[in-house]
């Protein structure tokens, strides 16, 4: 376990290249030209967040390695240039350039960090060429700084925020206090939770809030704030570290003890599995509940990540794999790599994602696909938690109409 | 009422682990003047090997009451002789390089330890099991109280009183003490040098690893944990005084019990408050709480030399290559192009930095802000009003200039390391404000859409810009260091008494140096902002800040070529490395302690130093 991830990482490369190499030998001299491969570039934080990257990167190989085993696009394969931005806009840029002049790549795709993520779709408005972003989930990216160039995976800040609140309406929880990453994520969780909280149960207060720095929440201090304002229910944003630190000191204080709990991607694997025992009971969570999700597509899924790198997908994972799998559908579509045919063919693309919910679009209204997440409740079973009485919802339900998006977002 | 004290409890808690980690901070500086910038990562180090101990191999069978302390005080020991080894290898050799030179080596340790700990441990965060004997909590006041907190409470005094018998009730104490007050002194007297910082070296991280070791049931192990400790561990030894241990323990209690407090009152602003203490403190108590002035330096210190111009040669060759590179430049790609033009804007970040750190002897950690401020100055003129580009350009200077002025007020009335952290406190207000003011400047999201005017906008022209701003800028300074103004910014440095003596305004001749270059590190800010398009707060974050020293220490303090090299040098490095692998990062840090045990006077330095040799061979 300890080394599978940089194990996995170090094949999963080597594979490709050797693939591309196998591949440009074999071919007779003929084919050659046909099947020079269109090129994708990917940038993302892989060595400042490497627990969520490395598993996605995973995934992103997993699905390239299927398109090119079905016959590429048109028959010329998948190749994908990956690079490091180091968690800073101003490289993930200069990287953009990079891939794009010096790699003569088609498309760019990837970010995680919300402002990585409007550095390259403002990149891609300035230069016309197309971003496909994954993980970052900022709803500026698609509304209020939305742009004809970039398209977003991941369900967004606005739409998780909405699933939890549909569940939290139905909680006696009167009383609530939210505790959220100090960044414009869990600002805006906040925002959106209590807005639409209020719109649907007009009769709940919010008697507080914390906003600890991102990765140095102070949890001892924290808990005990949230405690001292006698919440009835906790909507929590913060995850990774600062989740792992804020539950061991809730658990220790008896914060949870007959309060509800609403909390933001928590049920996803990357955060499940380093909280161990310590997961706490009957949290409303989004996530991704892996090992009981048993459909057809996502077992056959589940079973080939396993073959591959010897380790379980993740959510990042899925996200990877569903980037790959959607542009994989618009290029099939464009039947070209000029820009502006694989935006008009982005717009409104379907493609079957990888959960095997069935498929997702691609919304031609704000670019933002309708890929959803799982809403359930965790439980602690054995010595790890899982996700337990859950559903998909489908992102599609909780999208603003469009006349909404069209106030919010500039018109071209 | 109860919750407050239970509040104040918690802050005792945080305290008692930030002591340990200054604690040793403060020992090792106080003896060997080195600021080791790798000590949060030797507190990472404790913390995976606890958990390694704790939860593998032989102990972790043993389980129980051994198994987890034993784990924690082997854990503690690796990292001190972990520590003593890197002294041995790696420090050693630099003791007698320019002030602050040891902090690039700590510096390659950092980037080291960060792949090394990702390839030994992986990427997840790892939770410790709960202390023997310390799990669940106690009812104090009618509120739940964790066991292991009020143990953690304890161990804070302890450890005080244990290094207070260490220093004051034994020989090898003394030793130190005395060390600390006048190394020169010490070694004279026949004690031996090596074997004494090599003691505190062990000392120092032993009590890091410690420190790390004993968060394991408390909070996760993770990748980022040495980044997180280490700036507070720095605010906590400059608070105190450097090289006071009681004064740690002092300012560590304050900052805990901030945190603690803070957040009950500012919910959003607990990061920046902790700097906003330091730069009251410092602007009241130039040394500290409880710390000493430096008595005035020995009288046989040898100033360091003028800087001086390249030997003709070399300049010769430096300006042909840079016409090459001109007249080339419409042949390259894009994308040499754009990295070219960083290049510009880096060299002249560096140069200005070097301006006030070379000839004027001051340290800057946080010379980033005023890169962002003239990147910010540029963008919001944009955003808010509309101005071109060009007006971005010509007033950035002049908006970085005068938050230099300001700042600068405060900072060059301090000296050495309390000026550098002074820099950094202002650096992490600017940094909030522009992170948290976010109706002005979009927060962490920053400001979209700060493309170049219309006629700029090709990668060519934009090349050309840039080398004509930066070059010019460059010029500019280089022209000020051989003025009267440079003249006597040296004189100030080099004999502060003389120079007072012969009427320079030592106070003002600082605080103009500050500001003129402040103003051209707004130029390139905003030369910066325009290249990327956008601005973000990172712009004026800590590693912007590290970068320039990087860059400053790398080409050589005592030259005036050697931040062009150094900013060449280390931004192509990492550009470089990047691309070709993964584990850049740890590359990068390997090339800059080579770098650094080969070429201590860095790279300019070494070449002049190169030329010189061969012209007295001919000679």
């Known amino acids: ?412 | 009422m109860e919750a407050l004290a239970v509040q104040a409890l918690n802050g005792l808690a945080s305290a008692s682990s930030l002591f340990l980690v200054a604690s040793g901070l403060t020992v090792i500086f106080g003896v060997s003047r080195i600021v080791n910038f790798a000590h949060g990562s030797l507190y990472m180090l404790g913390a995976y090997l606890a958990w390694t101990f704790v939860s593998h191999g032989p102990l972790a069978e043993l389980g129980g009451f051994w198994g987890f302390w034993g784990g924690v005080l082997l854990a503690a020991l690796a990292v001190g002789a972990l520590g003593a080894v890197l002294e041995m290898t790696v420090l050693r050799r630099i003791y007698h390089a320019p002030e602050l030179f040891q902090l690039l080596a700590t510096f390659a340790l950092v980037l080291v330890v960060q792949d090394v700990a990702l390839l030994l441990w992986g990427a997840d965060d790892k939770f410790g099991p709960r202390a023997p004997l310390l799990r669940g909590s106690v009812e104090i006041l009618g509120l739940r109280f964790p066991r292991y907190e009020l143990f953690l409470i304890a161990v804070g005094p302890v450890v005080l009183g244990l290094l207070w018998l260490l220093f004051h009730r034994t020989r090898f104490g003394i030793l130190l003490r005395a060390a600390t007050q006048d190394r020169e002194m010490v070694s004279a007297l026949g004690v031996d040098q090596r074997l004494l910082f090599t003691a505190v070296f062990f000392l120092g991280a032993a009590l890091a690893g410690l420190g790390g070791a004993l968060q394991l049931p408390r909070e996760a192990v993770t990748l980022h944990m040495d980044m997180a400790i280490i700036v507070e561990a720095f605010v906590v030894v400059v608070i105190g005084g450097l090289g006071s241990l009681p004064g740690a323990f002092l300012a560590a209690l304050l900052i805990g019990e901030l945190h603690a407090f803070g957040i009950l009152v500012f919910p959003r602003i607990t990061l920046v408050l902790v700097f906003l203490v330091m730069a009251v403190v410092l602007v009241l108590r130039p040394h500290g709480l409880l710390g000493r002035a430096p008595g005035a330096p020995p009288a046989g210190e040898q100033s360091p030399p003028l800087p001086r111009p390249l030997p003709r040669g070399l300049a010769l060759a430096a300006a042909g290559a840079l016409a090459g590179l001109l007249l080339a430049a419409p042949f390259l790609g894009d994308y040499p192009l754009i990295l070219l033009a960083d290049f510009a804007v880096f060299i002249l970040f560096a140069a200005s930095l070097h301006f006030i750190m070379g000839p004027g002897g001051m340290a800057s950690f946080g010379h980033a802000a005023y890169f962002g401020a003239g990147a910010y100055a540029a963008a919001l003129l944009l955003r808010h009003l509309a101005a071109p580009m060009e007006a971005g350009l010509l007033l950035a200077p002049f908006a970085a200039g005068l938050v230099g002025l300001l700042f600068g007020w405060f900072c060059v009335r301090l000296s050495g390391v309390y000026a550098a952290m002074l820099t950094l406190a202002f650096a992490q207000i600017a940094w909030s404000v522009a992170f948290q003011w976010v109706e002005v400047t979009g927060g962490d999201n920053g400001i979209l859409g700060v493309w170049p005017s219309e006629w700029a906008r090709g990668r060519l022209a934009f090349f050309y810009l840039s080398v004509l701003l930066c070059g010019a800028g460059v010029l500019l300074l280089r022209r000020a260091i051989f003025a009267p103004f440079g003249l006597a910014l040296r004189a100030q440095r080099d004999s502060p008494l003389r120079a007072e003596a012969i009427g320079i305004d030592g106070f003002r001749i600082r605080w103009l140096a500050f500001a003129y270059a402040a103003a051209f590190a707004g130029l390139a800010g905003a030369l910066f902002a325009f290249g990327k398009g956008s601005v973000f707060p990172t712009y004026l974050g800590i590693p912007r800040s590290v970068d320039a020293l990087l860059m400053v220490l790398l080409g050589g303090v005592q030259t005036v070529s050697g931040p062009i090299l150094g900013a060449i040098a280390y931004a192509g490095l990492q550009e470089q490395l990047a691309r070709l692998t993964e584990l850049w990062r740890l590359l990068l840090g390997l090339v800059i302690l080579a770098l650094v045990l080969f070429f201590p006077r860095g790279l300019a330095g070494a070449l002049a130093h190169w030329h010189d040799g061969r012209r007295e061979r001919r000679a």
Not at chain 1, 80 to 99: I, N, W, Y
Not at chain 1, 250 to 263: H, I, M, P, W
Not at chain 1, 332 to 360: C, L, N, P, W
């Open chain 1, 1 to 412: 376990m300890t080394f599978s991830q940089t194990a996995a990482r170090g094949p999963g490369r080597r594979l490709l290249l050797a693939g591309i190499a196998a591949g440009a030998i074999a071919r007779p001299a003929v084919l050659r030209a046909q099947a020079n491969p269109i090129r994708i570039g990917e940038i993302n934080s892989y060595t400042a967040q490497p627990a969520f990257l490395g598993p996605y990167r995973n995934g992103w190989l997993l699905a390239q390695e299927q398109v090119n085993a079905a016959g590429g696009i048109g028959g010329r394969p998948l190749e994908t240039v990956f690079r490091d931005d180091a968690g800073r806009p101003e490289d993930a840029v200069r990287l953009a350039g990079e891939l794009l002049n010096a790699e003569r790549v088609a498309l760019l795709a990837g970010g995680y960090l919300s402002h990585v993520g409007l550095a390259l779709a403002d990149f891609a408005r300035q230069n016309r060429r197309l971003y496909a972003a994954s993980e970052p989930l900022t709803d500026a990216l698609v509304w209020s700084k939305g742009n004809r160039y970039t398209f977003r995976l991941r369900p967004s800040t606005y739409m998780q925020a909405a699933m939890l609140v549909e569940e939290a309406a139905k909680l006696p929880a009167k009383r609530w206090a939210t505790v959220a990453p100090n960044y414009e994520y869990g600002q805006s969780a906040v925002k959106w939770f209590r807005e639409l909280l209020k719109e649907k149960r007009p009769d709940v207060e919010f008697v507080g809030e914390q906003f600890p720095a991102l990765g140095r929440i102070d949890a001892g201090s924290t808990v005990q704030a949230l405690e001292r304002m006698k919440p009835e229910g906790i909507f929590n944003v913060t995850f990774s570290t600062d989740l792992l630190n804020f539950v061991r000191q809730g658990n220790t204080r008896g914060l949870f003890d007959g309060r509800s709990v609403v909390s933001m991607l928590s049920g996803e694997p990357e955060y499940l599995e380093p909280l161990g025992e310590e997961c706490p009971d009957g949290w409303i969570v989004t996530g991704y509940p892996r090992d009981d999700l048993d459909n057809p597509t996502h077992t056959a899924l589940r079973d080939a990540y396993r073959a591959k790198f010897g380790d379980l997908p993740r959510c990042g994972s899925i996200v990877g794999y569903d980037t790959v799998q959607a542009i994989a559908a618009m290029l099939r579509k464009a039947a070209s790599t000029e820009t502006e045919a694989m935006v008009d063919a982005f717009k409104g693309i379907r493609y079957q994602t990888g959960y095997g919910t069935g498929e997702v679009e691609f919304r031609a209204l704000d670019h933002q696909a309708t890929l959803g997440a799982f809403v359930g409740r965790t439980k602690l079973e054995g010595r790890r938690g899982r996700m337990v009485d859950w559903r998909y919802a489908d992102g599609a339900s909780y999208l603003p109409g469009p006349e909404q998006v069209r106030a919010w977002r500039p018109q071209e």
